[in-house]
C-alpha cells in the first residue's frame, strides 16, 4: 500500500517502462503524485498508472517527446493544471546508440544530443522557471563518462553534458532550496542494456563490480528516491555513481 500523499508532484520522464517506471513506481510509494511522461506507445504508461493507483497512489500519463521544447512546456503545463505545480523532477528519459567514432552515424549523433542533452536542457529550463521553491531535480548520467568504454563515446558525451549542467544549475538555483544532482547508473538489467548482447558479454559486465551483478530498475529508483527525499536534502550538484563499485 502507497504511503499518505505528501502533497508534492514528481514528473518522470522516459517513465513507461525499465528504470524509469521503477522510479515512478518507488516515488508513488513514498508518497508522491507521479507524473508518467513517455513518448511512443501509450499503453505501457497507462499500465503503469492503473498500477499505482491500485497500489493507492496517484498518477498521470503524459505524452511528449523530451527533444521537442514545445511539447515538454505542454507536459509542464498539464502538471500545473492537473496537480498545481512540479516538485520533483526525474531525467530519465535517454536513447543509447553504440558504434566506434569512426563508424558514427550523423543521424544516430543527432538523435542522441537530440534526446539526451537537448531534451535534458528542454525539462531543466522549464523547471528552473517553473519548479516550486523546496524541489529536487534529478538528471540521469551514466558511469561510462568514468569508465570511457569503447563504442560508448557519442552517448557519453552527452551524459558529461548532462553532468555539467547539473553542477551549474545547482547553483543558479541560490535562494531556492532546489536541489540539481544527477545519477550515473552503471550496468542495469533493463530491455535498453541487454538488447543485442550475448550471454557472456552479459556474465562478463555483471563481474566488472565487486557485488558481481547487474543492477537492477529498483537499485536505481532508491537512489532517486534517496535524493528526492527528505534525507537527501544535503546533497548538492553532485553526480551520484550507482554502480556497485564498478568505478
Known amino acids: 500500500m502507497a ?3 505528501n502533497g508534492k508532484v514528481a514528473l ?10 521503477a522510479v515512478a513506481q518507488q516515488l508513488a510509494r513514498d508518497g508522491f503524485t507521479v507524473v508518467i511522461n513517455y513518448s511512443g506507445d501509450a499503453a505501457p504508461a497507462e499500465e503503469l498508472a492503473r498500477q499505482i493507483g491500485q497500489a493507492g497512489g496517484k498518477a498521470l500519463t503524459e505524452k511528449a517527446d523530451v527533444s521537442d521544447a514545445q511539447a515538454v512546456r505542454r507536459m509542464f503545463d498539464a502538471a500545473e493544471t492537473a496537480f498545481g505545480g ?3 523532477l526525474v531525467n530519465n528519459a535517454g536513447i543509447m546508440m553504440l558504434s566506434s567514432l569512426a563508424e558514427a552515424d550523423d543521424a544516430h549523433f543527432d538523435r542522441q544530443i537530440a534526446v539526451n542533452l537537448k531534451g535534458t536542457f528542454h525539462t531543466l529550463r ?11 531535480i534529478i538528471n540521469f ?14 552517448y557519453a558525451a552527452t551524459k558529461a553534458a548532462v553532468e555539467t549542467l547539473t553542477a551549474i544549475m545547482a547553483k543558479e ?23 543485442g548482447k550475448s550471454e557472456e558479454l ?10 558481481e551483478r547487474l543492477g537492477t530498475p ?6 532517486v528516491a534517496f535524493l528526492a527525499g527528505p534525507d537527501g536534502g544535503w546533497i548538492n550538484g553532485q553526480t551520484l555513481r550507482a554502480n556497485g563499485g564498478m568505478i
Open 12 to 21: 518522470v520522464t522516459g517513465a513507461s517502462r525499465g528504470i524509469g517506471a
Open 86 to 88: 512540479v516538485d520533483v
Open 202 to 211: 552479459i556474465a562478463r559486465m555483471a563481474k566488472m563490480n565487486p557485488l
Open 126 to 136: 522549464e523547471a528552473a522557471r517553473r519548479m516550486r521553491d523546496g524541489g529536487r
Open 218 to 223: 529498483e537499485d536505481i529508483a532508491a537512489a
Open 173 to 195: 538555483m541560490r535562494g531556492r532550496n532546489i536541489t540539481v544532482n544527477a545519477i550515473a547508473p552503471g550496468p542495469v538489467a533493463t530491455d535498453l542494456f541487454l538488447n
Open 141 to 154: 548520467s551514466t558511469s561510462v563518462v568514468g569508465l570511457r568504454l569503447e563504442t560508448y563515446g557519442i
Open 3 to 5: 504511503s499518505n500523499e
